[in-house]
C-alpha cells in the first residue's frame, strides 16, 4: 500500500460510507473536523459506527448532544471532567505563533480560521495573550474556544473579557462545545463545497 500523500487536499468520505471505514480513516476524518483528541475518538467512533447519518451537519449536532450530555453529569466526576476539558482544551490558544505553540502543531484549518488575529498592532497582541493567559487560569484544563468567522481580535477579546468576568465554568464547557461544534460544520462546509468544486 502506497504512502498518504501530505500534500493531498483534505477531503470528507461520503457521509453514508463513515460506518464501514477503518478507524484510522474515522480518526482521520474527526481530525478535519475538529482539533485531534483521542478523547473525542473514543466518543465519537460507537456513534459513528452504530449511527447512520444524513448529513455531517448531523453528526456534528450528534457529538455535540453527547458531549453536553457530558458537561451536565461531570460536575462531581474529576476524571470525566479532566477528560472534556482535553477535548475542550485541545484548541489552539487564539492569535498565538503561526506555527507552534508550546507543544503543539496548529492545524491548516486553526491557521486559516485565525490569520485575522494575527500580526497588526502589538499592543493588541499583547492583550490578547495576557487575556489567553487570564482565561486559562480562571479555568484551568480549558482553552478559549470560539467560532471565529471573520471577526477580528477587538470582537474577540471583548467576548473574552466578558465570559472571563462571568467566571462560570459550566457556562465556558457549554459555549466551548458549542464554538467547538461551529467550527467542525463551517470546517465540513468548506471541504464538501472544495471537493465539489474540484469534480
Not at 477531503?11 to 482539533?35: C, G, H, K, V, Y
Not at 465519537?44 to 448531523?58: G, Q, V
Not at 481580535?153 to 464554538?179: C, F, L, P
Amino acid at each position: 500500500m502506497s504512502p498518504l500523500n501530505p500534500t493531498a487536499t483534505p477531503f470528507l468520505p461520503a457521509i453514508s460510507s463513515l460506518p464501514t471505514l477503518p478507524d484510522t480513516t474515522l480518526t482521520s476524518t474527526l481530525d478535519l473536523l475538529f482539533e485531534p483528541t483521542s478523547e473525542l475518538h473514543s466518543l465519537a467512533l460507537p456513534t459513528i459506527r452504530t449511527c447512520s447519518f444524513a448529513s455531517y451537519d448531523e453528526l456534528i449536532d450528534t457529538l455535540r448532544g453527547q458531549l453536553l450530555t457530558i458537561a451536565s453529569q461531570v460536575q462531581n466526576d474529576s476524571e470525566a471532567k479532566k477528560k472534556l476539558h482535553h477535548v475542550l482544551g485541545s484548541h489552539p490558544r487564539l492569535g498565538a505563533p503561526k506555527v507552534k505553540q508550546e507543544d503543539e502543531e496548529l492545524s491548516e484549518q486553526s491557521k486559516n480560521e485565525q490569520k485575522q488575529l494575527r500580526g497588526g498592532d502589538e499592543n493588541e497582541a499583547r492583550r490578547l495573550a495576557e487575556l489567553n493567559e487570564e482565561y486559562e487560569k480562571t479555568f484551568p484544563g480549558l482553552r478559549y474556544v470560539v467560532f471565529v468567522n471573520g471577526r477580528g481580535r477587538g470582537v474577540i477579546m471583548e467576548d473574552m473579557e466578558r465570559r472571563i468576568k462571568r467566571g462560570d465554568i459550566r457556562e465556558e464547557e457549554k459555549e466551548g462545545i458549542q464554538a467547538m461544534c461551529d467550527i467542525a460544520k463551517d470546517r465540513a462546509r468548506k471541504l464538501l463545497k472544495s471537493a465539489e468544486e474540484a469534480v
